[in-house]
């Protein structure tokens, strides 16, 4: 059929038939076009996935427990507020451009005004995440500042809820730096208190300094409540942690050497530790002993009553048990050479571990008596230049008793009573020398002022003079031996 033979009425109709079906389809075309663009919002259902960012978070909690990442647990939090910030930030971004291409892309949007429509992705998003950025900061609009009524809303809801994002991020991360290091922090908060207490006392200045110096050897600069830590956890936690901190001084001290296991843990947990500076005082001679002290590391001089040194003690010895064992005073002070880190047994803890391992009391006992003995010979070439005196006599008795291989039993030895063993035999040997004391030969300055010493006091009254000088043990039946009464 030809153009030219069809009836104008027919091609009207047909015109506006097609017309409106054309018109029909262009709007169903576009409506779907619209509800396509709305249907890309359900992809935004694929960002629930960001969430398994908490799972992440939990692993490496997990991993700092595992791994014992303390040091760099503050770190990685501060990483992870950064990294919360930079995804806050991505949303807040692409929040920035799903609105003005929903509406698509108007002129007056700031994707419009920046001509960035048809720019690459990695260009669009930068600008984006800029604009995010800048309102999250508060330091401006980003390039240009709205012009639309939906760019100025999102710009208010974007500034409003980055502030308080960047506010929370500041503070979280004030908090985690001051908790980088709390026992240095706590340090210099007790060092402050100290030197204002020091202020207000009026200190001398070398005090002062000798306080400070202390303060910095005793803590090295951290802070640790170490008592309420320890006293926290559960009694095999708390021992199997003391065993550890304390395995240096029990590998250098050959009295826990060969010891029981049991024993060198029921002490090592009774330990207190201690420092001294150079020149302290440890031990005051004629003082109780309420302490015995082991040397972690240091230098200490035992000092007669006349100033002399006569010996020094280092890393790996002990002292001052033989008042413990016996309860009298003091026969020598102790004073620190240098720094001297010491832990320290006080006289109830000695003696309620003693008691449950008799072998190791008989052992201390030996080693108190060569301590004796070597302490008496430094007397005896002292008052070899004064003549013989009471302590001259004593000397030369329990030099004699300290060989003895009766009274130096050997550790392994188990039987017997531990308190009798030693004890008993140092106080019949003296008695029996003193006794005698009358039949030992003397030089001729010695028996002068032996003589001296007999006309001033009897023998009876010396040897009780001399069974006082002993040491006196705790139990009763062995204080009667002491005192001159049968037991």
């Known amino acids: 059929m030809r153009v030219q033979c069809v009836p104008q009425g027919v091609l009207t109709s047909n015109f506006l038939i097609l017309y409106f079906q054309d018109f029909s389809d262009s709007f169903q075309i576009l409506h779907a076009g619209r509800a396509l663009r709305i249907l890309r919002l359900a992809k935004l259902l694929s960002l629930v996935r960001l969430l ?6 939990r692993y490496v909690s997990q991993w700092e427990e595992v791994y014992f990442l303390n040091m760099a647990s503050v770190f990685m939090r501060i990483f992870n507020l950064i990294c919360m910030m930079l995804l806050i930030g991505h949303w807040s971004g692409c929040l920035q451009f799903l609105v003005p291409m929903l509406q698509g892309f108007p002129s007056n949007s700031w994707v419009a005004i920046n001509e960035l429509q048809e720019a690459y992705w990695l260009e669009q998003y930068s600008w984006a995440l ?58 210099r908060e007790k060092v402050k208190q100290v030197e204002e207490y020091m202020a ?23 802070f640790f409540d170490e008592e309420l830590i320890l006293g926290e956890l559960s009694e095999k936690l708390r021992e199997d942690v003391i065993n550890y901190n304390c395995r240096s001084l029990v590998a250098s001290v050959p009295f826990f050497a060969n010891a029981d296991s049991n024993f060198v843990s029921d002490v090592v947990t009774k330990l207190r530790y201690e420092v001294f500076q150079p020149g302290d005082i440890i031990i005051k001679e004629g003082t109780i002993g309420s302490k015995m002290y082991f040397i972690q590391e240091g230098i200490v001089d035992i000092v007669m009553a006349n100033g002399e040194v006569a010996t020094s003690l280092s890393d790996g010895s002990y002292f001052g048990e033989i008042c413990l064992l016996t309860n009298a005073r003091r026969v020598a002070s102790v004073r620190a050479e240098t720094y001297c880190n ?28 060569e301590r004796y003995s070597m302490w008496f010979k430094q007397i005896q070439s002292n008052n070899n230049k004064q003549g013989l005196t009471q302590q001259r006599i004593f000397c030369l008795r329990l030099n004699k008793i300290g060989k003895n291989p009766n009274i130096m039993q050997q550790k392994d030895d188990g039987e017997g009573n531990a308190d009798s063993n030693t ?16 039949n030992i030969s003397f030089s001729s300055d010695e028996s002068e002022s032996l003589k001296k010493i007999n006309s001033d006091m009897s023998l009876n009254e010396m040897t009780q003079s001399l069974r006082m000088s002993l040491p006196r043990p705790k139990s009763g039946e062995f204080r009667a031996l002491f005192e001159g009464n049968s037991p």
Request: a positive charge.
């Open 130 to 187: 800029f604009k995010a950025m800048s309102h999250m900061l508060c330091i401006g609009y980003g390039r240009f500042p709205p012009q639309s009524l939906t760019d100025m809303w999102l710009t208010m809801l974007s500034m409003i809820s980055g502030a308080t994002c960047y506010a929370l991020f500041l503070g979280h991360a004030t908090n985690l730096i001051q908790s980088l290091d709390s026992s240095r922090r706590q340090y």
């Open 200 to 222: 207000y006392r009026k200190l001398p200045r070398d005090m002062r300094q000798r306080i400070t110096e202390y303060f910095e050897h005793r803590y090295q600069g951290k």
């Open 423 to 438: 004890i008993s035999a140092v106080v019949n040997a003296l008695a029996a020398e003193a006794e005698q004391v009358n």
């Open 342 to 369: 010491l832990f320290s047994l006080s006289v109830d803890h000695f003696n309620a571990v003693l008691d449950q391992y008799p072998l190791m009391r008989k052992t201390m006992e030996t080693v108190a008596a």
């Open 52 to 57: 398994r960012l908490s799972r992440l978070v």
